[in-house]
């Protein structure tokens, strides 16, 4: 699904924001990428997202190498991968399930195929019924749910999701990792950036370790490397 392969980043400045980075994500496999700020976590995933594009090696995803994509080809790869970021960036004067469907309509979905996804996206994160209410009266977590189905409302096979509960309460980050384990159950491989190192111990999922650019640890679960 996911191969970094001897993958560098270096800007035009010079700086490098990774070096050499090699591993694999399988499908419906869930990995987290840990590190301090500025490790370069938020890179790797823009790498995926072909937001920006490696100096040196290959990133593959779904079988695609990223760094020859036609330019045209981009958005419609894009379109096969949910994101989810710590700021949800939600349309306040939009419903919830108008904001779900903001990614339907951008690829031209039919009205009623649209409602029926974006319904079928809300039951899963438990959502259906706030359908039709507006974010700011939502808790922070329904809001980084209401995130969470709109990422995954196109049926993505990856999901991306980075630092998803910097801004939550050990109850509601919990909360929002139970619907991440749901969508892996259905083959949908996810890889999480987080700093949250008692979120990390405590789900026990393979953990790739980034320091200043560098991959110092790939740890299995159960802590072997």
Same mark, same amino acid.
């Given at each position: 699904?996911?191969?970094?392969?001897?993958?560098?980043?270096?800007?035009?400045?010079?700086?490098?924001?990774?070096?050499?980075?090699?591993?694999?994500?399988?499908?419906?496999?869930?990995? @987290?990428?840990?590190?301090?700020?500025?490790?370069?976590?938020?890179?790797?995933?823009?790498?995926?997202?072909?937001?920006?594009?490696?100096? #040196?090696?290959?990133?593959?995803?779904?079988?695609?190498?990223?760094?020859?994509?036609?330019?045209?080809? #981009?958005?419609?790869?894009?379109?096969?991968?949910?994101?989810? @970021?710590?700021?949800?960036?939600?349309?306040?004067?939009?419903?919830? !399930?108008?904001?779900?469907?903001?990614?339907?309509?951008?690829?031209? @979905? $039919?009205?009623?195929?649209?409602?029926?996804?974006?319904?079928?996206?809300?039951?899963? #994160?438990?959502?259906?019924?706030?359908?039709?209410?507006?974010?700011?009266?939502?808790?922070?977590?329904?809001?980084?749910? +209401?995130?969470?189905?709109?990422?995954? +409302?196109?049926?993505?096979?990856?999901?991306?999701?980075?630092?998803?509960?910097?801004?939550?309460?050990?109850?509601?980050?919990?909360?929002?990792?139970?619907?991440?384990?749901? @969508?892996?159950?259905? !083959?949908?491989?996810?890889?999480?950036?987080?700093?949250?190192?008692?979120?990390?111990?405590?789900? $026990?999922?393979?953990?790739?370790?980034?320091?200043?650019?560098?991959?110092?640890?790939?740890?299995?679960?159960?802590?072997?490397?």
């Amino acid at each position: 699904m996911i191969t970094f392969d001897n993958v560098s980043m270096r800007y035009a400045d010079g700086r490098e924001a990774l070096s050499e980075i090699n591993f694999e994500i399988g499908r419906g496999e869930i990995a @987290f990428v840990a590190g301090h700020s500025g490790a370069g976590k938020s890179t790797l995933l823009k790498l995926i997202l072909a937001i920006e594009t490696c100096s #040196v090696g290959q990133v593959i995803v779904n079988g695609s190498n990223i760094n020859r994509l036609a330019s045209r080809r #981009v958005p419609f790869r894009r379109r096969q991968i949910g994101a989810v @970021f710590q700021d949800h960036q939600l349309l306040i004067d939009r419903t919830v !399930g108008e904001n779900v469907a903001l990614p339907l309509r951008i690829c031209g @979905f $039919n009205s009623s195929e649209a409602k029926r996804r974006v319904r079928a996206a809300l039951d899963k #994160v438990g959502l259906l019924s706030k359908e039709r209410l507006y974010p700011p009266s939502l808790s922070g977590g329904e809001q980084q749910r +209401v995130g969470i189905a709109r990422a995954v +409302v196109n049926r993505p096979s990856i999901i991306l999701a980075d630092e998803p509960t910097g801004n939550l309460d050990p109850e509601l980050s919990a909360e929002v990792m139970h619907v991440f384990q749901q @969508f892996r159950n259905v !083959g949908v491989s996810l890889l999480i950036a987080s700093h949250d190192t008692t979120l990390i111990s405590r789900l $026990n999922y393979r953990t790739l370790t980034l320091r200043k650019g560098q991959l110092v640890a790939d740890q299995a679960p159960g802590g072997s490397e």
